[in-house]
């Protein structure tokens, strides 16, 4: 719609902020824009420069201050909403020393074996000895049984009971005879409590050793790379980045390897122990460093024991074929490292606890965002980080909080974006970056500046088009989105069209 220029006794004009209740912020500029516009429309009312007069196309010659003119374009634009954030890297890693079975526990429940072993032995021994004497007695009793049924048989049995001293061959002979039996079968008896005792001793020797050897089994699982006297022999320095097959620290001068994947390593990798996940783990990366070709599996083989004494062999280790708890830290992936534990340092005792944290080696930038502010924005939006340099570069949202939590600066979620171009943001960490974050945006729309825009006493807002001859009108628009990075704004009305020149302040 096109409008005669107000006279002064007719419509004011009256400049004002274009509404736009769902704004927290606006950019600085826009309110020195703002009142640029405020100047012009005091001065349209005052001296009413479009009461039949022309003016050049270059802009209001009747107005006091200078104007100029644009042209009304079609483009897409973007709302951004501008917010302070923190440039470091993503993640945050604790390094620790797992708990487990020093070596002297170990060496402790070695030592139990042995000596249960030694018990069982003596055991055994006492049980063959007495055992053989059993027999022996069994067999002297079967003899002097035989012996006493050839003497009390017949006639010398029946002599026996009243048999003299004149008489007393044969019965003399039935009667020792019995006598020899009877001693027999007590001995019989004697040695045969003894076996049973020993073959009670013995399984309770053989129980022994059993849990001696399952405590071993366990202190074995859990051997640990340190112990009582062990020390760090190298530690790392803040910001040093660790990848697959490096050095986290040392112990006793044998390192503590870095290895990716997302399980914990809470056994010893040894021969004979069972398949799982954390194996299947070790081989891939045993695979991936080039100790093995083709090792796959959750399974602890032959090949695996071969692969971890080439590893061995390469960091100057004694090649075992085993990998103690403690020898293998996984992560994820490469870790950079922010600090070093306070009781970790070279010479210090080394033992089970945090070493160093550390974080990704991502890059991240960290934002803090009005609660108010959270429908706005999603992941995948794009942002622009103003950098310490004031260099910029591209990246986009990866994460937005669905929790609020109440600080000094009221209630915030927490937003996080990565930069399209990492090596764009350098290596500086928690360090202070700008982010313009595109809440919205529209494609293929009127555009004019923002302070081309004047509003109308009675409400809404118009621009001052040049037309042909220089002839001023006023053309009222509806505003649309405002992109206070470029200081433009969607406008829309019946009366506007693309090509058409609007009055804006200055020359």
């Excluded at 249960?116 to 004497?133: F, I, K």
């Excluded at 390897?257 to 990798?269: E, K, M």
Aim: proline share 5%; net charge negative.
């Amino acid at each position: 719609m096109s409008t005669e220029a107000p006279t002064a006794a007719g419509e004011a004009l009256a400049a004002a902020a274009p509404p736009d209740p769902g704004r927290q912020r606006r950019r600085r500029v826009f309110g020195v824009l703002v009142l640029l516009v405020v100047a012009g429309a005091v001065v349209l009312v005052v001296t009413d420069p479009f009461s039949g007069a022309t003016a050049p196309s270059g802009g209001a010659s009747s107005n006091a201050y200078a104007t100029s003119t644009v042209a009304v374009v079609r483009e897409s634009i973007a709302q951004q909403t501008q917010v302070s954030a923190t440039l470091g890297y993503a993640g945050n890693v604790t390094v620790r020393l797992p708990a487990g079975n020093e070596p002297a526990a170990v060496t402790q429940a070695q030592q139990a074996v042995t000596t249960d072993q030694g018990m069982l032995s003596s055991a055994q021994s006492t049980l063959s000895s007495d055992s053989a004497a059993l027999s022996q007695a069994r067999a002297s009793l079967a003899a002097d049984r035989q012996q006493e049924g050839v003497d009390c048989a017949g006639n010398n049995a029946a002599q026996a009971p009243s048999s003299g001293a004149a008489g007393g061959g044969a019965s003399g002979g039935c009667a020792s005879d019995a006598q020899q039996v009877a001693s027999g079968q007590q001995s019989v008896a004697a040695d045969g409590a003894k076996v049973s005792v020993d073959q009670s001793q013995v399984t309770s020797a053989q129980r022994s050793l059993a849990a001696a050897r399952s405590a071993l089994a366990t202190a074995d699982a859990q051997a640990t790379v340190y112990g009582q006297g062990s020390t760090f022999t190298s530690v790392p320095s803040a910001g040093e980045i660790v990848r697959r097959g490096g050095q986290l620290v040392s112990i006793n001068g044998d390192p503590v390897l870095l290895l990716y994947g997302p399980a914990v390593a809470t056994r010893t990798f040894a021969a004979g122990m069972s398949a799982g996940s954390d194996v299947a783990e070790l081989n891939a990366n045993l695979d991936a460093l080039g100790y093995a070709h083709g090792l796959r599996g959750s399974a602890f083989t032959a090949a695996t024991a071969a692969a971890i004494r080439r590893l061995q062999a390469a960091h100057g280790e004694s090649q075992t074929g085993e990998l103690l708890l403690g020898a293998v830290v996984f992560e994820p992936g490469p870790i950079r490292v922010t600090a070093v534990a306070p009781t970790v340092a070279v010479g210090s005792g080394a033992m089970a606890g945090p070493v160093l944290s550390a974080s990704w080696i991502t890059r991240q930038i960290s934002i803090q965002l009005d609660a108010g502010l959270e429908g706005q924005v999603k992941v995948g939006d794009p942002v622009t980080i103003t950098l310490p340099d004031n260099q910029t570069t591209p990246g986009r949202i990866s994460y937005v909080s669905s929790v609020a939590t109440t600080g000094q600066n009221g209630s915030t979620i927490a937003v996080d974006a990565v930069p399209t171009d990492p090596a764009a943001t350098g290596g500086l960490d928690q360090a202070p970056v700008n982010v313009s974050i595109t809440t919205a945006s529209v494609s293929n729309v009127l555009v004019v500046p923002v302070d081309a825009l004047l509003a109308l006493s009675s409400g809404g807002y118009a621009v001052e088009e040049v037309g042909a001859g220089g002839t001023h009108h006023l053309v009222a628009v509806t505003t649309g989105l405002f992109d206070d990075a470029e200081g433009v704004v969607q406008v829309s009305g019946s009366g506007l069209a693309v090509g058409q020149r609007v009055v804006v302040p200055g020359q």
